[in-house]
């Protein structure tokens, strides 16, 4: 039996995650639970499961991650704050799953160095995909990796057309149903874009062998194209309790955890490129990683900004990858990546995404 600690247990990763260790109790006990602020959710969680320790917030979850035993901590808070307790998890020697991408991405160098060969374990539905279809080739033979894209709610809208939209329109994804930071980012490609960093940095792919296609059906997850000609995907109806199962119990399987299709019936999946003309995120997303260093901090913590403003009504829809761009734009990088210069940049680029907002 594995025993987990999970942080972010309020939250759509969370939740779901419990979910998948109820219905298998034999092989999966809660020890530890951590949530930002909704401490009457998080109680009735630690009742439920009978949880002694518990935490709230990061620097909480840091400590609750050093002091409980545990062989997983699976890491499902949203936002760049669960950068401490990524590396605080791979600094005791649990096995990481990983739902929290911003960490992994602002974090860049530090965590690749935090973390020992099989210790860090994707829990996002693409990057799990990928981990899957790798399985049936040697890194050497990889010619490129194929992240998949929904198109979010404004597939084959114009530029002009997207200046209109409402934040009520943003949160209607079209498959998934997700927090509000992370569903706003997926109607933007700010989300595909921050998987293309995350896909280099975990499985050290070139950002050139990285293409991203959008699949409105969200069924085939992600694909990797060997050198052969063979590409290997993975497919499964979309529910994150898929890849959050294999992210608790990697490399094994849980077994019963998603329905598997019904190929008796008749079904259409399609496959169209990107317009990176109207949908420029992941093109930045693209040049911010190549720059490293401070760079995706910047990008990460301009687009929060950007996003709160967009929600309250402060900035168009178009305005937020703008002011991203805007901010990158004018960023100067430490000549060294450490937890204070990153903490630095991203203060810097709130401050700079916030006075950006103010003018628009």
């Avoid at 039996?1 to 939250?11: E, H, K, Q």
């Avoid at 052969?228 to 497919?235: E, K, N, P």
């Avoid at 019963?256 to 003309?277: N, Q």
Wanted: one cysteine or more; proline letters at 6%.
């Amino acid at each position: 039996m594995r025993r987990v600690i999970l942080l972010g247990s309020t939250g759509s990763i969370g939740t779901q995650a419990l979910d998948v260790i109820r219905a298998n109790p034999e092989k999966f006990a809660v020890v530890g639970l951590s949530a930002g602020s909704n401490r009457e959710m998080l109680a009735a969680q630690a009742e439920e499961f009978g949880v002694e320790h518990t935490a709230l917030g990061a620097e909480e979850s840091c400590q609750l991650v050093r002091d409980v035993e545990a062989e997983v901590v699976l890491n499902g808070i949203t936002g760049s704050v669960g950068l401490g307790p990524t590396l605080a998890a791979l600094d005791a020697g649990r096995t990481l799953a990983l739902a929290n991408k911003e960490s992994l991405i602002v974090g860049g160098a530090l965590v690749k160095q935090a973390a020992a060969p099989g210790q860090l374990v994707p829990v996002d539905s693409e990057h799990s995909a990928i981990a899957q279809a790798l399985r049936a080739g040697r890194p050497s033979e990889v010619r490129r990796l194929v992240v998949t894209a929904s198109g979010g709610p404004f597939r084959g809208r114009t530029r002009a057309e997207l200046e209109r939209v409402t934040p009520a329109q943003a949160l209607a994804h079209p498959t998934w149903r997700m927090g509000r930071v992370v569903t706003t980012n997926s109607a933007t490609l700010v989300n595909k874009g921050l998987e293309v960093i995350e896909a280099h940095l975990l499985f050290d792919v070139d950002y050139r062998d990285i293409e991203v296609v959008v699949h409105p059906q969200s069924v085939v997850h992600s694909m990797v194209e060997f050198v052969d000609g063979s590409t290997i995907a993975q497919a499964s109806p979309p529910d994150m309790r898929l890849p959050i199962s294999l992210g608790l119990g990697w490399p094994d399987r849980v077994a019963g955890v998603g329905v598997p299709f019904d190929w008796s019936r008749a079904s259409t999946w399609t496959f169209e490129p990107l317009d990176e003309k109207t949908f420029p995120a992941v093109s930045l997303a693209r040049q911010v990683g190549t720059a490293g260093l401070t760079y995706p901090a910047v990008f990460n913590a301009a687009n929060e900004q950007a996003v709160e403003a967009f929600h309250a009504g402060r900035l168009a829809f178009p305005g937020i990858v703008e002011t991203i761009r805007r901010v990158v734009d004018a960023h100067q990088p430490p000549s060294e990546l450490t937890v204070d210069t990153l903490s630095e940049a991203e203060e810097w680029a709130r401050r700079r995404a916030d006075e950006l907002i103010s003018l628009s």
